[in-house]
């Protein structure tokens, strides 16, 4: 029924830190040059130089994605070690200001920040990127659609974001709302098809907009160049186990909204303005917040809504082998994210953000 489809790709964005100072490091050219053996194309810069992003190969199950994202890990962190760095996974971090940071030295990059200015010398944050294999571009305009629904439930399993420029934001996922300063992002409209995604984005090239699909970073997006699904709204978890928990979720998500699809049935939809309004609630109390249940027209515990998002995936995850991450997904909706734990540690510390930043450097390791 599921045609070979749904197969993985995954992104990570890591922090470049220095175990001293704990403040972020440009080090990202000389990591790459020490890595171009090991991690070859798997391994890129990003704007900043104290960021450096991975991506795994297309991988057929979640504990392929595991594999990789575990060696990919392993790995930088042995090459930032030779630098006496280490790097850390969190979608923001607690005090390092953006003003110091230098921009990597690509015309792409240049391109961002003149069109931009200081919203892209600023966008110092840190994401997962999920994609899951759709072979038809109508499909995927439609699943994405569909999806868009449960992004602000992602959204809540993975904050990691509650610091800034040394401050408590209040936010639990303050990434998004550094991100929405960017244009083109945030949880899109709905496309009756794939020709009208197509012509919505070639009118934005046609009036100089945008140059190419690229410059559309939405919270979902039908990739542009791969038959895939890309799901950008996640905070990077700082625990490996929740990634890959997550990851097996987003699969499971996309392939029950598919069999829905194929057989003439699909996820209510919703407008966009509404969506919001979860995604809201989801970056400022995380896996603590009360989402709406549109069906019901009533606020409910995130805690309440996930068993149900669960059993909602079970035929999928059954199909897939993959139930025994949704037991971590259950974890974590209970005892809460990397950004519960951070403001923990702090408290515990004073207010110490440098000891955040020790104990996000010992989680990113932690059972990898």
């Known amino acids: 029924m599921l045609d070979g489809q749904f197969t993985l790709g995954v992104e990570e964005e890591y922090q470049i830190v220095d175990p001293e100072t704990r403040e972020l490091k440009s080090y990202v050219s000389r990591l790459l040059e020490d890595g171009k053996s090991v991690l070859r194309e798997r391994v890129r810069p990003e704007m900043h130089q104290s960021m450096?992003?991975?991506?795994?190969?297309?991988?057929?199950?979640?504990?392929?994605?595991?594999?990789?994202?575990?060696?990919?890990?392993?790995?930088?962190?042995?090459?930032?070690?030779?630098?006496?760095?280490?790097?850390?996974?969190?979608?923001?971090h607690p005090f390092s200001d953006w003003?110091?940071?230098?921009?990597?030295?690509?015309?792409?990059?240049?391109?961002i920040v003149h069109d931009l200015q200081d919203v892209a010398r600023g966008n110092l944050i840190f994401g997962l990127?999920?994609?899951?294999?759709?072979?038809?571009?109508?499909?995927?305009v439609h699943l994405a659609n569909q999806i868009r629904y449960f992004l602000p439930h992602l959204l809540a399993l993975t904050c990691s974001s509650p610091f800034w420029l040394g401050r408590r934001t209040g936010l639990m996922s303050n990434r998004c709302n550094i991100f929405k300063r960017f244009p083109r992002t945030g949880i899109p409209d709905e496309f009756d098809s794939h020709e009208h995604l197509a012509n919505f984005v070639k009118l934005l090239i046609q009036t100089k907009c945008i140059d190419s699909a690229?410059?559309?970073?939405?919270?979902?997006?039908?990739?542009?160049?791969?038959?895939?699904?890309?799901?950008?709204?996640?905070d990077m978890p700082t625990n490996m186990d929740h990634t890959v928990a997550?990851?097996?979720?987003?699969?499971?998500?996309?392939?029950?909204?598919?069999?829905?699809y194929r057989t003439n049935r699909q996820w209510r939809s919703y407008p966009r303005s509404l969506i919001e309004e979860n995604k809201w609630r989801a970056l400022r109390y995380g896996s603590g917040a009360k989402l709406i249940d549109f069906g019901r027209k009533e606020e409910r515990p995130f805690q309440d809504l996930v068993p149900e998002l669960v059993e909602f995936v079970k035929e999928a995850t059954t199909m897939f082998g993959t139930e025994k991450y949704m037991e971590t997904i259950l974890r974590i909706a209970k005892e809460g994210t990397s950004a519960h734990r951070q403001m923990e540690v702090a408290e515990k510390n004073n207010g110490d953000l440098k000891a955040v930043v020790d104990y996000l450097i010992e989680e990113t390791m932690r059972g990898v």
């Open 52 to 92: 450096v992003e991975v991506g795994t190969s297309v991988c057929a199950d979640v504990p392929a994605v595991r594999k990789e994202l575990v060696e990919m890990r392993l790995e930088l962190n042995n090459l930032a070690r030779r630098g006496g760095l280490r790097i850390v996974a969190a979608s923001t």
């Open 99 to 111: 003003k110091t940071q230098d921009i990597t030295d690509r015309e792409r990059y240049h391109s």
């Open 129 to 140: 990127h999920v994609h899951v294999g759709i072979k038809e571009k109508e499909v995927a």
């Open 214 to 234: 690229k410059s559309i970073w939405w919270d979902v997006r039908p990739h542009h160049l791969y038959d895939t699904v890309e799901v950008r709204i996640c």
């Open 246 to 260: 997550v990851v097996a979720l987003i699969q499971a998500l996309m392939a029950q909204l598919y069999m829905l």
